[in-house]
């Protein structure tokens, strides 16, 4: 279980994460989502003892984070840019993790780069970003990890090594109950792929839900009135966007349920028809109402 208590962290004195509160139980594998700058990596940065923050803790399986290297050792991280070992071969870098992580397994990292090549006599810097991803990810399985916080670890993957990346990934949850925050901007990828999902803007999680409920309760509705619309149709509380041609109307609703379909039949509704919404168009329409 990770726990995220009240987390505020400034940069340069202006706030960047307020006041975080969230939880993931163990075994999830939960998508956070938000638009660029909202203050993704900063939140993964906090969550790995990397930025100490302003106020706030980040307990997992009941221990803080901070400075606690055991904990720490349990935990892989893959950042979005990575900072260490470019002057290193690769082969020098598994030793590190040999020498760093006591629970590293060296046929685990062979087992894995049998599906993703990476050649171990290239030195890190000299790998492409695609490559520079495969390594971070398959380091970090490799020393069985309780946790895994990734930052758009697939931003560089070609549809291939990406494919191999969501198995690998979802197969090391169901085997060993592997808890996983990850970070993304591919939201098909991780619609196909997560739990439950946390949507971050401007710093604040503004939303946080499993994925079952988005599908649920966020919805496009096509409704047909036989006359015209109730009057301030569109001012009605749970509507997100709500456009019309006519007595044609499109709605997009985050709380869509039997009431609102009886409510709106009892306002003259002929036709009603409900739509599923991609997690982008779920993105789209929690951040920025008014973009589509
Ligand atoms: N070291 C830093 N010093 C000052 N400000 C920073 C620093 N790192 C990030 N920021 C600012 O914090 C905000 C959040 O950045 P962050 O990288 O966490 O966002 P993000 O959601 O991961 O964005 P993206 O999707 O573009 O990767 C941005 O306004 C960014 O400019």
Redesign the pocket.
């Known amino acids: 279980m990770i726990e995220v208590m009240k987390l505020n962290k400034s ?2 004195g ?1 706030p ?1 994460i307020k006041d975080i509160n969230f939880k993931i139980s163990t075994g999830n594998i939960v998508g956070l989502v ?10 993964l ?1 906090n969550m790995v003892d990397i930025y100490t923050p302003d106020s706030g803790k980040v307990i997992i399986d009941g221990q803080d984070i901070r400075d606690n290297i055991s904990l720490k050792s349990t935990i892989g991280y893959v950042p ?1 840019k990575n900072e260490y070992f470019n002057k290193e071969k690769v082969r020098n870098v598994i030793k590190y993790y040999k020498l760093a992580y006591d629970t590293f397994d060296e046929n685990r990292f062979a087992e894995l780069n049998g599906s993703f090549n990476i050649p171990l006599n290239q030195k890190v810097e000299k790998l492409s970003k695609g490559n520079i991803s495969r390594l971070m990810f398959m380091l970090a399985l490799s020393f069985r990890p309780k946790v895994l916080i990734l ?2 670890p697939t931003s560089g993957l070609d549809p291939i090594a990406k494919r191999k990346f969501l198995k690998i990934l979802v197969s090391d949850v169901s085997e060993r109950e592997t808890t996983v925050l990850i ?1 993304s ?1 591919n939201l098909a990828d991780l619609e196909s792929i997560c739990d439950h999902i946390l949507f ?1 803007d401007n ?1 604040e999680i503004v939303k946080d839900n499993s994925l079952d409920t988005l599908k649920t309760t966020m919805k496009k509705i096509q409704v047909i009135f036989k006359d015209n619309a109730p009057a301030n149709f569109e001012k009605w509380p749970c509507f997100l966007n709500v456009s019309h041609v006519g007595k044609s109307y499109s709605i997009v609703t985050n709380n869509f349920n039997e009431d609102l379909v009886d409510k709106l039949r009892e306002n003259g509704a002929l036709f009603i028809e409900e739509l599923d919404l991609s997690l982008e168009d779920m993105l789209v329409y929690t951040v920025d109402k008014n973009l589509i």
């Open positions: 940069l340069d202006k960047i938000g638009p660029n700058g909202a203050g993704k990596s900063t939140l940065r979005d930052d758009e970070s901007h971050i710093g």
